[in-house]
């Protein structure tokens, strides 16, 4: 609309407009659980130390700080009413004007919006900062800043009530305590009038790799989300804890994190601690997180269970559970062995695995699955959400050090992850965010289906790492660990209290899987689906080039998949039983200038599915269909 057409609103109306806009661009930055890091994280280069010129910015990439603060503002994007008021002045005039309320929604890092807002100095001044302002916006979201930002925080700091702020690690003042020490300096930890807290460092190899986390009393928070930060912020009335930090970090969650965790434990309602290399206190207490909504948890698969192990959980909880496994290492003492599944067994240590997996069944009795060390049972009522979980997602991402040369089951893949949701509509959403949709999970008792997950990651995050475990006596490890990972979670296992998946009835591949192009594969990929009545392949179908390796290459669907799915689907198996006998549809996606291609490649499939012998056996038809 022109500034013609916007002359013909009532100015009410116009502010209204700006006010909204306001708050639907504060509730999509701030983001208080979003996820930090995505889904992929193995290093594909080695890693090195960044030199820069600017001290503020010290080894940071340049992607993430482009440039010092007296060369440009960080990269944080204008809200919608600063954008307004520069199309021109009578807009700008209405804005200022008609109601400050739209300038106290927005951003104090810019010094003519904070202006606008409205400024009080305090009569009282401290010795380190001069006099202490408040504006009338009290959030401050400065992504993507260089260390300088803090020299000018100071004099209005302790009247913000939202931070979300991005900083290197080092800075020309805090050359050897790092720049997150400014945010403690400056916190009253009985009148801080803040409500939501967000804080990122950037990795840096000044940091200490070992930290120890602490809590730090807020008292009146709301959220809190930090990355590579040695403190968290926490209070009686949080209700949203996310705590992350990188592979090459090792975090030490001791008595402190457990008392912050005890403190809040009645309002808190999402909780993520995402610490690949992270270490719990086996002594910390017992806690009754009765109000809690959303769980993740990414830990080494013998540190993780320790903190669940004293988490009292709801039994409608939508949790996700990433367990980082060290297999490779174990596996490259059994020269010669072509099965390495036995291998990976022993690796997660005493039914480790079988107990995240009866977690995702049952994760109100986690406390009594990770502290037993005997036999237990783990009890699943008919009808539970557990069993309305029907649609599954696999999704499987492959060593990113495999190269177009060699089999792609030849090395560890980087995570086998399975998914499980209501629906396939449902489960769309759980894909699409690395952080397993926290924001469409309900309360306690309001819940009529849950989204879960299982991520197995592999545990040697570092190129060169890789390269020195590479065993190459090992035939199929990508196939071996897809098979493990899902007999975990779907199969009963002798001496073992934990039934599996009642069985899916429609099969969902992400869309950037990995995909066989052998019917071994997926025999390996199937054969804990059974009961499977669908399969849904989100990744898009693409015709083949002439002479293209694509063995490696995921995030696609080609016709080799196809030819070696039905493959698989035709032969039989022990007792002259076919897999997936009760699979009858398959639905193929595919991009939008592809649809003619696909639809003649799924025209020709029906024959080479529907085998005879097959079909004799008492298998249904399988049927294929087509979508965008």
């Given at each position: 609309?022109?500034?013609?057409?916007?002359?013909?609103?009532?100015?009410?109306?116009?502010?209204?407009?700006?006010?909204?806009?306001?708050?639907?661009?504060?509730?999509?930055?701030?983001?208080?659980?979003?996820?930090?890091?995505?889904?992929?994280?193995?290093?594909?280069?080695?890693?090195?130390?960044?030199?820069?010129?600017?001290?503020?910015?010290?080894?940071?990439?340049?992607?993430?700080?482009?440039?010092?603060?007296?060369?440009?503002?960080?990269?944080?994007?204008?809200?919608?009413?600063?954008?307004?008021?520069?199309?021109?002045?009578?807009?700008?005039?209405?804005?200022?004007?008609?109601?400050?309320?739209?300038?106290?929604?927005?951003?104090?890092?810019?010094?003519?919006?904070?202006?606008?807002?409205?400024?009080?100095?305090?009569?009282?001044?401290?010795?380190?900062?001069?006099?202490?302002?408040?504006?009338?916006?009290?959030?401050?979201?400065?992504?993507?800043?260089?260390?300088c930002l803090t020299l000018g925080m100071a004099s209005f700091y302790s009247g913000l009530q939202t931070i979300r702020v991005e900083l290197p690690w080092h800075g020309p003042k805090t050359p050897s305590i790092g720049v997150e020490r400014f945010f403690l300096d400056n916190h009253d930890e009985e009148r801080s009038p803040l409500q939501h807290f967000d804080l990122r460092i950037f990795e840096s190899h000044l940091a200490p790799t070992r930290v120890l986390i602490r809590g730090v009393s807020c008292p009146s928070l709301k959220t809190s989300r930090t990355a590579n930060t040695s403190?968290?912020?926490?209070?009686?009335?949080?209700?949203?804890?996310?705590?992350?930090?990188?592979?090459?970090?090792?975090?030490?969650?001791?008595?402190?994190?457990?008392?912050?965790?005890?403190?809040?434990?009645?309002?808190?309602?999402?909780?993520?601690?995402?610490?690949?290399?992270?270490?719990?206190?086996?002594?910390?207490?017992?806690?009754?997180?009765?109000?809690?909504?959303?769980?993740?948890?990414?830990?080494?698969?013998?540190?993780?269970?320790?903190?669940?192990?004293?988490?009292?959980?709801?039994?409608?909880?939508?949790?996700?559970?990433?367990?980082?496994?060290?297999?490779?290492?174990?596996?490259?003492?059994?020269?010669?062995?072509?099965?390495?599944?036995?291998?990976?067994?022993?690796?997660?240590?005493?039914?480790?695995?079988?107990?995240?997996?009866?977690?995702?069944?049952?994760?109100?009795?986690?406390?009594?699955?990770?502290?037993?060390?005997?036999?237990?049972?783990?009890?699943?009522?008919?009808?539970?959400?557990?069993?309305?979980?029907?649609?599954?997602?696999?999704?499987?991402?492959?060593?990113?050090?495999?190269?177009?040369?060699?089999?792609?089951?030849?090395?560890?893949?980087?995570?086998?992850?399975?998914?499980?949701?209501?629906?396939?509509?449902?489960?769309?959403?759980?894909?699409?965010?690395?952080?397993?949709?926290?924001?469409?999970?309900?309360?306690?008792?309001?819940?009529?289906?849950?989204?879960?997950?299982?991520?197995?990651?592999?545990?040697?995050?570092?190129?060169?790492?890789?390269?020195?475990?590479?065993?190459?006596?090992?035939?199929?490890?990508?196939?071996?660990?897809?098979?493990?990972?899902?007999?975990?979670?779907?199969?009963?296992?002798?001496?073992?209290?934990?039934?599996?998946?009642?069985?899916?009835?429609?099969?969902?591949?992400?869309?950037?899987?990995?995909?066989?192009?052998?019917?071994?594969?997926?025999?390996?990929?199937?054969?804990?689906?059974?009961?499977?009545?669908?399969?849904?392949?989100?990744?898009?179908?693409?015709?083949?080039?002439?002479?293209?390796?694509?063995?490696?290459?995921?995030?696609?669907?080609?016709?080799?998949?196809?030819?070696?799915?039905?493959?698989?689907?035709?032969?039989?198996?022990?007792?002259?039983?076919?897999?997936?006998?009760?699979?009858?549809?398959?639905?193929?996606?595919?991009?939008?200038?592809?649809?003619?291609?696909?639809?003649?490649?799924?025209?020709?499939?029906?024959?080479?599915?529907?085998?005879?012998?097959?079909?004799?056996?008492?298998?249904?038809?399988?049927?294929?269909?087509?979508?965008?």
């Amino acid at each position: 609309m022109s500034i013609s057409g916007l002359a013909s609103l009532p100015v009410e109306l116009i502010v209204e407009i700006a006010l909204w806009a306001q708050l639907i661009w504060r509730e999509d930055t701030l983001g208080p659980h979003a996820p930090y890091a995505g889904m992929k994280r193995y290093d594909t280069v080695p890693p090195g130390v960044l030199i820069r010129d600017e001290d503020c910015c010290c080894e940071v990439n340049p992607r993430d700080v482009p440039c010092c603060l007296t060369v440009a503002p960080a990269g944080t994007t204008p809200s919608p009413a600063h954008r307004m008021a520069q199309t021109g002045r009578w807009l700008r005039n209405i804005l200022i004007v008609a109601n400050s309320r739209v300038w106290q929604e927005d951003n104090s890092f810019y010094k003519e919006i904070a202006a606008r807002s409205g400024v009080h100095t305090a009569q009282e001044a401290t010795p380190d900062s001069g006099a202490q302002i408040t504006y009338g916006a009290r959030s401050f979201i400065a992504l993507g800043a260089c260390a300088c930002l803090t020299l000018g925080m100071a004099s209005f700091y302790s009247g913000l009530q939202t931070i979300r702020v991005e900083l290197p690690w080092h800075g020309p003042k805090t050359p050897s305590i790092g720049v997150e020490r400014f945010f403690l300096d400056n916190h009253d930890e009985e009148r801080s009038p803040l409500q939501h807290f967000d804080l990122r460092i950037f990795e840096s190899h000044l940091a200490p790799t070992r930290v120890l986390i602490r809590g730090v009393s807020c008292p009146s928070l709301k959220t809190s989300r930090t990355a590579n930060t040695s403190y968290f912020y926490f209070s009686t009335s949080l209700t949203s804890l996310y705590i992350y930090h990188p592979h090459r970090r090792t975090p030490e969650f001791g008595m402190s994190f457990s008392d912050a965790l005890v403190a809040c434990a009645s309002s808190l309602e999402y909780l993520t601690i995402d610490a690949a290399s992270g270490h719990f206190d086996p002594e910390i207490f017992h806690v009754h997180l009765s109000q809690l909504r959303f769980l993740r948890l990414v830990a080494p698969v013998n540190q993780g269970c320790r903190l669940l192990a004293a988490l009292q959980l709801p039994s409608d909880l939508d949790i996700h559970l990433e367990p980082v496994v060290n297999w490779r290492a174990l596996c490259s003492q059994f020269l010669g062995a072509a099965f390495a599944e036995n291998v990976m067994v022993d690796t997660v240590g005493a039914g480790a695995m079988w107990r995240y997996a009866s977690a995702l069944a049952a994760p109100h009795q986690s406390g009594r699955i990770f502290s037993t060390t005997g036999a237990l049972e783990v009890d699943v009522p008919d009808g539970s959400l557990w069993e309305r979980s029907t649609a599954i997602a696999l999704d499987v991402r492959l060593d990113p050090s495999t190269t177009s040369f060699e089999r792609a089951c030849r090395r560890f893949p980087e995570y086998v992850s399975m998914a499980f949701a209501g629906s396939a509509l449902e489960m769309h959403a759980v894909l699409a965010d690395p952080g397993r949709d926290w924001a469409h999970s309900l309360p306690p008792g309001a819940k009529s289906t849950v989204r879960r997950s299982l991520t197995v990651r592999g545990h040697q995050f570092d190129l060169r790492e890789r390269a020195r475990a590479f065993n190459p006596t090992l035939a199929k490890p990508v196939y071996d660990a897809v098979g493990f990972v899902a007999r975990s979670v779907m199969s009963a296992q002798t001496g073992r209290a934990f039934e599996g998946h009642p069985g899916a009835r429609c099969l969902v591949f992400h869309p950037g899987t990995w995909l066989p192009k052998f019917s071994v594969g997926w025999l390996h990929f199937l054969s804990s689906f059974e009961a499977v009545v669908e399969i849904i392949f989100l990744c898009p179908f693409r015709s083949l080039c002439d002479g293209q390796i694509t063995d490696n290459i995921a995030s696609r669907l080609d016709v080799a998949h196809l030819e070696a799915l039905a493959l698989c689907l035709n032969e039989p198996g022990e007792g002259h039983q076919y897999l997936c006998s009760r699979l009858e549809r398959i639905e193929v996606h595919h991009e939008a200038d592809a649809g003619d291609g696909c639809r003649a490649v799924v025209a020709e499939m029906d024959g080479f599915f529907n085998g005879t012998a097959r079909i004799s056996a008492g298998s249904k038809q399988i049927k294929f269909s087509t979508c965008v």
